[in-house]
């Protein structure tokens, strides 16, 4: 099957708007992929220096930051000042038309600013509007600020990522923060559906907290069973081996073996067939309890091969394995250039900026990477305008500070 690719096929969310008044990066990748998928974002900034993440860095590519380039395509930005009543009347007038509005900031920010789900539900009874923060909406945490580490350590997740006796390690990227944007996106889609279905809108919250716990599955799982509490194991499963990393000649390969037929092949690919009739590895149960003794007796025959050689093997054998590649590798891997997951970008400033690509891939009414990150104010004007501001309006409000181009 052919990957859809054509010019001018719908897009799945072409027609839903998007007010996006969330920086950094939850808010941001929820509003992302939504965009990806057709919806109208307009990115709301403010207007000393819009977008906490243009700031963030090195690396910067041309003057921009190449996290809020990462996070930003597909949307257009306007700055409005919520310090200003025009700034938010201004949002108001936008909440109007709009389908969907996403915010982190501090409980009870938008309350204050009069930009709360109470207000702007009267505006727009269809509005689907969602928060996120760090630790939810209600609850004694609630007023506390959140971010990724934070809510990494404190959902446990950092208390079993690592190796056995290391200091705390948190998972190398910011899960907490981007399983918060998944959820939020989660939550938007279904509430739109239900308001397609009813005509009513509502409101959403998620939290970085409870985003990063969800993911701990195996290990609260087996903490309500058992009361026992799970710790660092590298690379290993919790539930089955062999499934981690094993060491070569040459380095380490993941090899993934966790049930019986598997386990098999791979003890034929290495030539070691008399570890199947080990006691100790007899069933996964006894695999798991001997894992340590299972991984010294598998790399004793892997460190006397390559990494390379042991893949093909591997593979022909019909045992899931992969090599462990850094990003350079990852970005010259002909599977993930075949899957159209570099997609580049012309930026107005930054010159060619590399995206990656999308991950859901539709094949009737497919997303698209089109238009890179904007630059702070660059659609102000324009979508001021499609509110019905006229030009002398719009001067007004950029001149009393209301709102703005960068």
């Known amino acids: 099957m052919v990957l859809p690719i054509a010019p001018g096929m719908p897009e799945a969310l072409s027609g839903m708007r998007v007010l996006d008044c969330s920086q950094i990066l939850a808010g941001p990748f929820c509003s992302m992929l939504l965009a990806d998928m057709g919806a109208d974002v307009i990115k709301v900034e403010k207007p000393t220096g819009g977008d906490d993440t243009r700031r963030m860095g090195p690396p910067f590519i041309e003057g921009e930051s190449a996290a809020f380039l990462a996070m930003n395509r597909n949307k257009r930005s306007v700055v409005l000042n919520f310090k200003e009543p025009d700034g938010v009347a201004a949002l108001k007038r936008l909440v109007k038309d709009a389908d969907v509005l996403i915010e ?5 920010v ?21 928060s996120i923060s760090g630790f939810g909406r209600t609850g004694p945490y609630a007023s506390r600020a959140g971010f990724d580490l934070v809510a990494q350590g404190m959902s446990g997740l950092m208390s079993f990522t690592g190796m056995p006796g290391s200091p705390p390690v948190k998972v190398g990227v910011p899960v907490a923060d981007m399983n918060a944007g998944m959820f939020a996106t989660y939550g938007i889609l279904t509430a739109y559906i239900n308001r397609l ?8 919250e998620v939290s970085l907290l409870e985003a990063a716990l969800a993911y701990t599955v195996w290990e609260s ?121 570099d997609a580049p970008l012309e930026h107005p400033t930054a010159g060619t900026v590399r995206n990656i ?27 001021l305008s499609q509110t019905g501001y006229s030009e002398d309006e719009i001067d007004s409000l950029i001149s009393s500070g209301a709102a703005g181009p960068a």
Request: aromatic share 8%; charged share 25%; glycine share 10%.
């Open 197 to 204: 279905k009813t005509g009513k809108g509502q409101y959403i």
């Open 221 to 341: 799982s087996s903490y309500f069973a058992t009361g026992a509490i799970p710790g660092p194991l590298g690379s290993a499963h919790r539930l089955s081996a062999p499934y981690q990393a094993l060491r070569t000649s040459d380095g380490f390969i993941n090899i993934g073996a966790p049930n019986q037929s598997n386990f098999e092949r791979l003890c034929r690919a290495l030539g070691r067939d008399e570890l199947i009739e080990r006691e100790e590895y007899r069933d996964n149960a006894n695999r798991l309890a001997n894992r340590e003794k299972l991984e010294k007796d598998l790399e004793e025959t892997m460190t006397k091969q390559t990494r390379a050689h042991w893949l093909v093997v591997l593979e022909e054998a019909g045992v899931p394995a992969g090599p462990i590649l850094d990003m350079a590798e990852v970005w010259a891997d002909p599977q993930v250039t075949a899957r159209g997951m």
């Open 104 to 108: 982190n900031y501090r409980s009870g």
């Open 110 to 130: 938008m309350e204050r600013l009069g930009l709360g789900y109470d207000v702007l539900s009267e505006i727009n009874p269809a509005l689907v509007y969602c």
């Open 357 to 383: 690509g999308l991950a859901a891939k539709l094949y009737s009414t497919p997303g698209k990477i089109y238009g890179p990150a904007p630059l702070l104010g660059q659609h102000t004007r324009e979508v």
